[in-house]
């Protein structure tokens, strides 16, 4: 960015195959191309089961010692690279921008305000919010505010798609508004740049008081983004696929959820314990009986599954964390399995109860006998992007929010105490 010249660094291809086909479309993640994938479903018996393929892989180029190699495999479906050399960049001028904000918060509706009228005045950006926004009263009420409106783009959640008119994303708030963001865009994601102005502020790195020169840097591009991994969740129920969206007769196809944080199931209201088995690949690894099972992301370990005992990963690495709470064996430890494996929970058979399962913290949903629950990394991830860059963001948050390793520290000692 010293210079002139547009640094052109590639976007690594994030590929997926079709989990029961043996495709494998590729996908610019930084930036988004064409959207098109074809949905199938597969039964996954204990005879018939056909192993997904791992969304993750060494680059076939490796080498080991003078003459071993990796043995280069065609269903190969992502490298791993430098995370410092996530970078963004544009095809075309970013012309679109999606403004989150957090509902109800009126500490909120002053940044709102200057920044739409920066975007649209200043940068003639098309600018889309959500109907229920502009519902506030403070806002429909404000005169000085209402020429800016009449130029917004609106839409309304889980009616209207806007996948395909957004060139990037813009949060205000916290951590659940960039969560919130996330469940809008249930394929490709626009790049998102979250402000700190909620509570906690985990995923949210920029801080308000800069935001013109801050944006500015956004829309021009060459800005460095961590790719954070969802999960992609499908909840079979007797027959009949629902997802956390709406119930859908198998006939008219899969509807799938996509999940930034985690998964939960819990025991619900119950005073038992929850009993329910846990199966990766098909194979029936453990049952689950305590309070629940938390399956989350990279990203959502440090949510959730932290504070029930997980370790902290960064979002860089390729895993799915499952995370028991309270569980009644003194044994069973928290555990990371590769990205890309099918887990499979369903009810054990002599369960007491029924389970409750939820996704990011919303839309809560009630578990039976014969239920299932599939999970796997999702081919969407959430292009975040950074203050910095992927590994000082983490660690600076670390620090501010989790006040990761404070301790009072030792005195020195100096020669004379050490020779007693």
Same mark, same amino acid.
């Given at each position: 960015?010293?210079?002139?010249?547009?640094?052109?660094?590639?976007?690594?291809?994030?590929?997926?195959?079709?989990?029961?086909?043996?495709?494998?479309?590729?996908?610019?993640?930084?930036?988004?191309?064409?959207?098109?994938?074809?949905?199938?479903?597969?039964?996954?018996?204990?005879?018939?089961?056909?192993?997904?393929?791992?969304?993750?892989?060494?680059?076939?180029?490796?080498?080991?010692?003078?003459?071993?190699?990796?043995?280069?495999?065609?269903?190969?479906?992502?490298?791993?690279?430098?995370?410092?050399?996530?970078?963004?960049?544009?095809?075309?001028?970013?012309?679109?921008?999606?403004?989150?904000?957090?509902?109800?918060?009126?500490?909120?509706?002053?940044?709102?305000?200057?920044?739409?009228?920066?975007?649209?005045?200043?940068?003639?950006?098309?600018?889309?919010?959500?109907?229920?926004?502009?519902?506030?009263?403070?806002?429909?009420?404000?005169?000085?505010?209402?020429?800016?409106?009449?130029?917004?783009?609106?839409?309304?959640?889980?009616?209207?798609?806007?996948?395909?008119?957004?060139?990037?994303?813009?949060?205000?708030?916290?951590?659940?508004?960039?969560?919130?963001?996330?469940?809008?865009?249930?394929?490709?994601?626009?790049?998102?740049?979250?402000?700190?102005?909620?509570?906690?502020?985990?995923?949210?790195?920029?801080?308000?008081?800069?935001?013109?020169?801050?944006?500015?840097?956004?829309?021009?591009?060459?800005?460095?983004?961590?790719?954070?991994?969802?999960?992609?969740?499908?909840?079979?129920?007797?027959?009949?696929?629902?997802?956390?969206?709406?119930?859908?007769?198998?006939?008219?196809?899969?509807?799938?959820?996509?999940?930034?944080?985690?998964?939960?199931?819990?025991?619900?209201?119950?005073?038992?314990?929850?009993?329910?088995?846990?199966?990766?690949?098909?194979?029936?690894?453990?049952?689950?009986?305590?309070?629940?099972?938390?399956?989350?992301?990279?990203?959502?370990?440090?949510?959730?599954?932290?504070?029930?005992?997980?370790?902290? *990963?960064?979002?860089?690495?390729?895993?799915?964390?499952?995370?028991?709470?309270?569980?009644?064996?003194?044994?069973?430890?928290?555990?990371?399995?590769?990205?890309?494996?099918?887990?499979?929970?369903?009810?054990?058979?002599?369960?007491?109860?029924?389970?409750?399962?939820?996704?990011?913290?919303?839309?809560?949903?009630?578990?039976?006998?014969?239920?299932?629950?599939? *999970?796997?990394?999702?081919?969407?991830?959430?292009?975040?992007?950074?203050?910095?860059?992927?590994?000082?963001?983490?660690?600076?948050?670390?620090?501010?929010?989790?006040?990761?390793?404070?301790?009072?520290?030792?005195?020195?000692?100096?020669?004379?105490?050490?020779?007693?």
């Amino acid at each position: 960015m010293e210079t002139g010249e547009q640094v052109g660094v590639e976007a690594v291809p994030y590929c997926c195959s079709d989990f029961d086909s043996g495709e494998t479309p590729a996908r610019g993640l930084a930036i988004r191309t064409r959207k098109t994938r074809s949905l199938s479903t597969s039964s996954a018996t204990a005879c018939d089961y056909r192993r997904n393929q791992s969304l993750h892989g060494p680059s076939p180029v490796t080498t080991f010692g003078p003459k071993a190699c990796m043995l280069q495999n065609p269903h190969a479906v992502m490298h791993i690279q430098d995370p410092a050399s996530q970078r963004l960049t544009w095809n075309k001028p970013p012309k679109s921008v999606l403004v989150v904000k957090k509902i109800q918060d009126a500490s909120l509706l002053q940044p709102f305000k200057e920044l739409c009228v920066f975007l649209t005045e200043q940068k003639n950006m098309i600018v889309y919010v959500e109907s229920k926004v502009l519902a506030d009263t403070a806002i429909a009420g404000d005169e000085s505010f209402g020429a800016v409106i009449q130029k917004f783009c609106t839409f309304r959640e889980d009616l209207d798609d806007i996948s395909n008119r957004v060139d990037f994303i813009i949060c205000l708030g916290g951590d659940g508004t960039l969560l919130y963001a996330s469940s809008l865009f249930q394929e490709s994601v626009p790049p998102v740049m979250a402000f700190h102005l909620g509570s906690l502020g985990f995923l949210t790195p920029f801080k308000f008081d800069t935001y013109q020169s801050q944006v500015t840097q956004i829309i021009e591009g060459n800005t460095a983004i961590i790719l954070r991994s969802r999960l992609r969740v499908r909840v079979v129920k007797k027959g009949i696929i629902m997802t956390n969206v709406s119930l859908v007769n198998m006939a008219l196809g899969v509807l799938v959820q996509q999940v930034l944080n985690e998964v939960v199931v819990d025991r619900g209201p119950s005073s038992y314990l929850s009993n329910v088995d846990l199966f990766l690949d098909g194979h029936l690894i453990t049952t689950v009986q305590g309070d629940g099972v938390i399956v989350s992301t990279p990203t959502g370990s440090t949510a959730y599954a932290v504070a029930a005992g997980a370790s902290m *990963i960064h979002p860089n690495v390729p895993a799915i964390m499952i995370t028991p709470i309270c569980p009644h064996s003194l044994s069973f430890r928290p555990i990371v399995v590769p990205a890309g494996v099918e887990l499979k929970i369903m009810l054990s058979r002599d369960a007491r109860n029924t389970a409750w399962v939820s996704f990011d913290g919303r839309k809560r949903q009630e578990i039976c006998h014969g239920d299932s629950i599939t *999970i796997t990394t999702s081919c969407f991830p959430v292009p975040s992007i950074c203050f910095r860059d992927p590994v000082n963001d983490w660690f600076e948050s670390l620090s501010q929010c989790l006040h990761w390793n404070v301790r009072k520290k030792q005195n020195y000692l100096s020669s004379e105490e050490e020779e007693f």
